[in-house]
């Protein structure tokens, strides 16, 4: 199997490109930059610190897809959308990280699924899937007597918030509830705002220093609370879960998927 990177000179870029490379069964088909990067001409072997590889990083996304089983993608909403149109044309399978998608660039992927597989997850770690359950299952059991807040905590760099993880988690409480979550979501809590209404989700977004990612979902019932937490230490769980994704895509057939799919627990 041939996997490209889109995105590959960044953090996470050159996390992605490593675990490519030290995954067995699987080759580097390239990868790419937006023009003016730094790392553009470089060996990508040995931009993530291993020996040269003999595949440089390069700027047409394009010749990536037409040359890739599956891309790889953690990039921006923006570019995400891009690539899906080249991943519809060259008939190229896509791992999907990147958060912060619009309706408009979430049907971009929609659209590329009706040709090829896409696995969309806003975060990949095999950890993160099993809190997504467990919150689906916690919430459906408690049910609207439970308060539900999700916290969640990134590094200084992140730019959108919440996180795609928190508001997937937030979905999945809402759906265990059977209501949409854009119905009682609550972003923000300033000033006098009243009492919490009853079956309303909250967000909490916490940003600073190296934090990898850290989601806690909260059931506050009366007498008693319960807190599911998940910590990442290291991106390496994200990359991992990515290439192995990456992977389950050969010989399936076109559709839009998410790592529950690839972990067997749909």
């Given amino acids: 199997m041939n996997i490209g990177v889109v995105g590959c000179g960044g953090r996470m870029g050159r996390m992605l490109a490593k675990a490519v490379l030290d995954t067995e069964g699987v080759a580097l088909a390239g990868g790419t930059e937006r023009v003016g990067h730094e790392a553009i001409g470089a060996d990508i072997g040995t931009l993530v610190g291993d020996a040269a590889c003999g595949v440089t990083v390069g700027v047409d996304a394009a010749a990536l897809f037409e040359r890739s089983d599956v891309i790889i993608d953690f990039t921006t909403p923006e570019a995400t959308a891009v690539h899906a149109g080249l991943a519809a044309k060259h008939r190229a399978a896509m791992v999907v990280g990147t958060t912060g998608l619009d309706g408009g660039q979430h049907g971009a992927l929609e659209a590329a699924a009706d040709f090829v ?35 969640e905590m990134h590094h200084r760099h992140k730019v959108d918030a919440p ?16 209501v949409p979550l854009d119905s009682v979501s609550k972003r923000t809590r300033d000033g006098q705002i009243g009492g919490r209404p009853s079956g309303e989700i909250g967000f909490a977004t916490l940003r600073g220093g190296d934090v990898v990612g850290e989601h806690t979902v909260i059931f506050a019932g009366e007498g008693e609370r319960i807190e599911i937490t998940h910590k990442a230490s290291s991106r390496e769980v994200f990359a991992r879960g990515a290439v192995r994704a990456a992977q389950w895509t050969a010989g399936r057939p076109p559709g839009l998927y998410s790592m529950r799919d690839v972990l067997g627990l749909g």
Wanted: a negative charge.
């Fill in 163 to 178: 996180s795609g993880t928190a508001l997937a988690l937030g979905h999945a409480a809402a759906t265990s509830r059977g």
């Fill in 117 to 151: 597989p896409v696995v969309l997850a806003p975060n990949m770690s095999v950890g993160i899937n099993l809190l997504l359950g467990l919150t689906t299952q916690v919430a459906a059991i408690l049910g609207p007597d439970y308060d539900i807040e999700i916290v």
